[in-house]
């Protein structure tokens, strides 16, 4: 069985696949520090309570924007499962780059970029709905050729209540009408169809500037579906993109092997 690791600088997302399978998944947070053995139990503890016996588990792979925490998470792996993890990279990925400086493009931004187009072809636009939002443009060939970042929603929502002294800390939700007439629903009306608004105009100017036909829109991400089910600019919400391109990368990388 292969566990897949997506460490984001908000949460760390796990699934475990039986062969094209995704059997489960489970989040822990990314910023509480962590031991190895601490990660090491907790990610056992996890497989168990959904079914799976840790000791199925004969491959891991992982992508992560998180360095810090990398030294603990792969002894804790290899401590645990005795399992050496492959570490997702540009070179693993295997996909054409056509950047300024390929080297600086997440892995996060790889694995969904590789999921999209190997699920549903090219061209495509990958919006990710994470820590940052990022919309990243696949040709028909399958090269990454542009990718837009900004804050994220929750980041939005954080400096709302953190940088102005009366305004509170509140749920992200879309409010009943956008026509808010108190503060909470006034937050939300600002947060939710702000990133929607946000999200339409970028994608209509990328379909714009890159010329390119027939895009098929792809969203992933924790409030991703949320803004998919207000907007008919997105074709398709898939909440395990980055899981499955992990698996698709690991899978392809096995057989050249």
Not at 45 to 60: A, D, Q, R
Not at 84 to 106: R, T
Not at 173 to 180: D, F, G, V, Y
Request: one cysteine or more.
């Amino acid at each position: 069985m292969l566990l897949v690791m997506d460490v984001g600088n908000t949460n760390i997302t796990v699934g475990a696949f039986e062969r094209e399978k995704l059997v489960a998944t489970f989040r822990m947070t990314t910023k509480l520090p962590r031991t190895s053995d601490e990660y090491g139990m907790i990610i056992r503890n996890l497989l168990v309570n959904n079914g799976i016996s840790p000791n199925s588990i004969n491959n891991v792979a992982l992508s992560s924007v998180v360095p810090n925490v990398m030294h603990s998470l792969t002894s804790a792996l290899i401590k645990y499962f005795d399992v050496m993890p492959a570490i997702i990279d540009a070179k693993m990925a295997g996909m054409k780059i056509d950047a300024l400086n390929p080297e600086q493009i997440g892995a996060d931004r790889l694995v969904d970029a590789v999921g999209a187009y190997e699920i549903y072809g090219g061209p495509a636009l990958v919006l990710d709905y994470g820590t940052a939002t990022t919309y990243d443009l696949i040709s028909k060939e399958g090269c990454f050729m542009a990718g837009v970042t900004s804050p994220g929603v929750r980041i939005c929502a954080k400096a709302l209540w953190e940088d102005a002294a009366k305004l509170p800390e509140i749920e992200i939700k879309k409010p009943e009408s956008i026509l808010a007439k108190e503060t909470i629903s006034s937050m939300q009306a600002g947060l939710v169809y702000g990133q929607i608004g946000q999200t339409e105009y970028i994608i209509r100017l990328m379909k714009k500037e890159s010329g390119y036909e027939g895009i098929k829109v792809i969203a992933t991400g924790g409030l991703g579906k949320m803004i998919a089910n207000e907007t008919d600019c997105i074709d398709i919400y898939d909440p395990n993109l980055t899981l499955q391109g992990i698996r698709l990368i690991f899978e392809k990388n096995k057989k050249k092997a």
